[in-house]
């Protein structure tokens, strides 16, 4: 079956350290895979994409994530963290033949510790 | 400007009163979907639409309906709300493909059936 799983409801890092969110699929077919971020009282807003290009994505505001056929992960990173960085983060998958059904994973929640 | 719209924004009602929720997108997208958002369970899909006149169930579509009558508007319709039903509804559209599947998602429509 095909689904998304990202590792941790709930991550906290401290301002200007390593930002890591985990997300992990599962899937018979080539997988397109996006990460999605939700600020406070908003709907979700696209970070990033993949899309069968480069591996190694850049997205906005810093973040970046890089596709890992061999782990089947596409894990979000970013350099330094920022106080705005604080909101909730979706792993998003879908495939071509699903008829463009995007499944969502179940988010993490990020916190900025100052 | 872009944009996805929902309306209303806030609701409270009570068991059994048939209410709509709206939403529209003036960016000709084919796709659109309704998901519900709840702590500790991510987005859920209730309906998605692949074009006009064209629908299809969910993940979860129990006590739901929707209609797609005009490109623009997609409609979430629930007939006889239950307290089950309280939630954080989201719209969103995209383009048809899924590797154009960058889905554009409203503000959010929070709903409380008391």
């Known amino acids: 079956a095909q689904s998304v799983t990202q590792l941790g409801s709930h991550v906290s890092v401290s301002e200007g350290a390593l930002v890591l969110l985990r997300c992990n699929y599962s899937?018979?077919?080539?997988?397109?895979l996006f990460w999605y971020v939700q600020y406070p009282n908003q709907g979700l807003q696209l970070l990033l994409k993949?899309?069968?290009?480069?591996?190694l994505v850049k997205g906005i505001n810093g973040f970046e994530a890089e596709f890992k056929k061999s782990e089947t992960s596409f894990h979000l990173t970013k350099p330094s963290a920022h106080m705005s960085d604080a909101a909730e983060y979706f792993c998003?998958?879908?495939?071509?033949?699903?008829?463009?059904?995007?499944?969502f994973g179940k988010g993490t929640r990020l916190h900025i510790l100052p | 400007e872009a944009q996805v719209t929902q309306n209303p924004r806030y609701l409270i009602t009570v068991t059994g009163k048939k209410l709509t929720v709206t939403c529209s997108q003036n960016?000709?997208?084919?796709?659109m979907s309704w998901y519900r958002q709840d702590p500790g369970l991510g987005l859920r899909q209730i309906y998605y639409?692949?074009?006009?006149?064209?629908?299809d169930k969910g993940d979860v579509p129990e006590g739901y309906k929707v209609s797609r009558k005009e490109k623009r508007n997609f409609p979430l319709i629930l007939e006889s709300p239950s307290p089950n039903q309280t939630s954080l509804y989201f719209c969103?559209?995209?383009?048809?493909?899924?590797?154009?599947?960058?889905?554009?998602f409203g503000a959010g429509t929070r709903l409380s059936v008391l």
């Open positions: 639409s692949m074009n006009v006149e064209v629908t």
């Open positions: 998003a998958v879908s495939f071509m033949n699903r008829d463009d059904k995007i499944i």
């Open positions: 993949y899309t069968s290009a480069a591996t």
């Open positions: 969103a559209s995209s383009l048809a493909g899924a590797d154009q599947n960058i889905q554009y």
């Open positions: 899937s018979s077919v080539p997988p397109y």
């Open positions: 960016m000709n997208h084919e796709y």
